[in-house]
């Protein structure tokens, strides 16, 4: 498990450094995103329910808040490397949900540490609709 959980921060640090966040060109809004998940799941996001789902575990250590904080607004910190991480919530952080790319990338790797699985597209929606609530 640890071993798993080193290996994958590694990975995304190794990520991190060799992209770079200015190779992933900036195509989309967090208002783009919510409907994207929205238009997949086929029903609107639900901000309550994403704040439970955003702090809540799924059966492993970790939640989403874990890393990004709670309430993920200011700077997070990894759970595991203790690396630094930008605020989520958009309103935070100009930068978040701009790039289609990297929102998937860091969804698909992130919801498999918290769930073992990909998150749905109907728990990305609800949030979605969590983080695009904060002003
Ligand atoms: C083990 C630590 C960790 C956990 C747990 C975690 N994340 Fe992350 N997440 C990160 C890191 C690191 C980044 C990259 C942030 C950076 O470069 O500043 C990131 C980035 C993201 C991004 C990309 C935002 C953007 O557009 O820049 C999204 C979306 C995201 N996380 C959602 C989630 C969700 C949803 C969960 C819960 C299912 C979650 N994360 C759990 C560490 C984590």
Redesign the pocket.
């Known amino acids: 498990m640890m071993v798993r959980?080193s290996t994958?921060?590694a990975l995304?640090a190794a990520l991190?450094a060799g992209l770079g966040?200015p190779a992933l060109a900036a195509d989309t809004t967090p208002a783009q995103?919510l409907a994207r998940f929205s238009t997949q799941a086929g029903a609107a996001g639900d901000a309550a329910r994403g704040q439970r789902?955003?702090d809540g575990t799924?059966g492993g250590e970790?939640?989403?808040?874990?890393?990004?904080g709670k309430p993920p607004t200011g700077p997070?910190r990894?759970?595991?490397?203790g690396?630094?991480?930008?605020p989520?919530a958009p309103a935070f952080?100009p930068?978040?949900?701009?790039?289609t790319a990297?929102?998937d990338?860091?969804?698909r790797?992130?919801?498999n540490?918290?769930?073992k699985r990909e998150?749905s597209a109907a728990?990305?929606a609800d949030?979605m609709a969590y983080?695009n609530g904060f002003k």
């Open positions: 959980t994958l921060a995304g991190v966040l995103q789902f955003f799924h970790w939640s989403c808040s874990s890393c990004h997070g990894h759970a595991d490397t690396k630094a991480i930008q989520l952080n930068k978040a949900f701009t790039s990297r929102v990338k860091w969804l790797r992130n919801c540490d918290v769930l998150c728990e990305k949030v983080l």
